[in-house]
């Protein structure tokens, strides 16, 4: 099956300063890595996402990068912002019809802790 | 995206006894799946809802403890069976559309459980 590694466990910024995030997938066949912000006793909440045909998606202050052959995505946080802080979680999964079972069961990193200094 | 929500959304309970959890979603979805998630921990997939049919387990997670229902597109049932204090952690539902590529998944917003 499926596994994400993901780095840095924590990581402390100053507000202002950027922030980034990197995991690593084993199965070639993954297509979907979406990425989830958790605040302290809240849901997991999407905060953006890529599919394997793009290279790199931005919303705002946040972006994602995929490199396909090396199987690893990031997630870039610039201007970080107090209210940033939170636990970041990736996932990947195989999107597709027919994918043997596999459709969108998510397998997640273990999480990045992510503090914001002001 | 859809609105999901749990209930209950905390309980104590004692071990031995069962806890059925709920999920509603406000449309309709393809996909619904249960998580845990353990203090400081990541999440961890419990199984994947199949509606009118029996749930697809995840390893180490089996039917008699964690029986899972899904009458319909937008409601879903996970039962905690005779609990210990190991299965204290959140439950989580999810679901996702999964039409026109519309892949996203959204989560409830979890059941605190506590086992004592």
């Known amino acids: 099956g499926e596994n994400v590694e993901q780095h840095p466990s924590t990581l402390s910024v100053q507000e202002g300063d950027s922030a980034v995030i990197k995991c690593t997938y084993s199965d070639s066949a993954s297509n979907y890595f979406p990425w989830y912000k958790q605040e302290l006793g809240k849901r997991p909440q999407l905060i953006i996402d890529i599919r394997s045909n793009v290279g790199e998606k931005k919303d705002q202050r946040i972006a994602v990068t995929l490199n396909k052959t090396a199987k690893h995505f990031s997630l870039h946080i610039t201007e970080t912002q107090p209210e940033d802080s939170a636990v970041y979680f990736c996932a990947a999964t195989i999107s597709a019809v027919n994918s043997g079972g596999s459709n969108y069961k998510l397998t997640f990193g273990k999480g990045t802790l992510l503090t914001v200094n002001p | 995206s859809a609105v999901i929500s749990q209930k209950p959304s905390r309980d104590i309970c004692q071990r031995g006894t069962s806890l059925t959890i709920q999920c509603q979603v406000d449309?309709?979805?393809?996909?619904m799946f249960w998580y845990r998630q353990q203090p400081g921990q990541s999440l961890t997939l419990i199984a994947t809802?199949?509606?009118?049919?029996?749930?697809?387990?995840e390893s180490g997670f089996v039917i008699d403890k964690f029986p899972i229902s899904r009458p319909n597109l937008t409601f879903s049932t996970l039962t905690v069976s005779n609990m210990s204090p190991e299965d204290s952690s959140i439950y989580l539902c999810?679901?996702?559309?999964?039409?026109?590529?519309?892949?996203?998944?959204?989560f409830g917003p979890g059941t605190r459980l506590t086992v004592t």
């Open positions: 999810s679901a996702a559309r999964g039409v026109s590529f519309s892949y996203e998944q959204y």
């Open positions: 449309s309709q979805v393809t996909m």
């Open positions: 809802a199949n509606q009118g049919s029996e749930a697809t387990y």
